[in-house]
């Protein structure tokens, strides 16, 4: 309908601009999960790193994952209560990591705890409180914890990544671009 009404090459430009509107549309309502790494871009899960500071500079959400990158032999990560956070208690942990390499998906709100358990490390400010807000996914969370696995990320990230999305754009645009040709 759109092309009788118009000349053939304004009928063409015309698909070509609703075509490039529609893959806009498409990457923009991809927005997935962020991926953290503990403690980046300056440390990682160590003595070193203010956490409080890490974490307060970020906005987690629901789907968000964080990643715990470490030595096995000089720390591990407890997730904790509030209490056993405030007090560095590393006697009745919710969970505990300890590969190195230790991937988190934070699934609810609220607030997860997590420090390491070697002695004297939390005390020494190894431990961090993530808030975790909804995400802008329509789909509610799950009414569990944050589920953990020791699984490596699927891809190597640095700060933060967007990788669903990135992917998925980028398959869009070749798409588009192939039927401009």
């Known amino acids: 309908p759109l092309q009788a009404l118009l000349p053939v090459p304004t009928a ?13 549309m498409a990457i923009l309502s991809t927005a ?12 990682a899960w160590d003595l070193s790193t203010n956490y409080g500071t890490w974490a ?14 470490y030595s096995p032999q000089a720390h591990d990560v407890l997730e904790v209560s509030k209490a056993d956070y405030d007090s560095c208690s590393t ?8 590969s190195g390499n ?8 609220g ?10 490390h939390c005390a020494g400010g190894m ?11 329509s789909s509610p969370a799950p009414a569990s ?16 990544t967007n990788v669903e999305a990135t992917g998925f754009g980028l398959a869009v645009l070749l798409a588009v671009a192939g039927l401009m040709a």
């Open 32 to 43: 997935s999960a962020a991926i953290y790494n503990v403690g980046e871009p300056g440390g």
């Open 102 to 109: 230790d991937v988190v998906t934070l699934t609810t709100t």
């Open 56 to 69: 307060s500079s970020r906005n987690f959400q629901t789907g968000d994952q964080i990643v715990f990158k």
């Open 145 to 160: 914890g944050p589920s953990a696995s020791n699984a490596p990320p699927p891809t190597p990230v640095s700060a933060a």
């Open 127 to 137: 431990k961090v409180k993530i808030d975790v807000m909804p995400g802008s996914s």
């Open 91 to 98: 006697a009745s942990p919710v969970t505990t990591f300890n």
């Open 12 to 24: 063409m430009a015309a698909r070509r601009t609703i075509l490039l509107a529609m893959a806009s």
């Open 111 to 120: 607030t997860s705890y997590y420090i390491c358990g070697f002695p004297g």
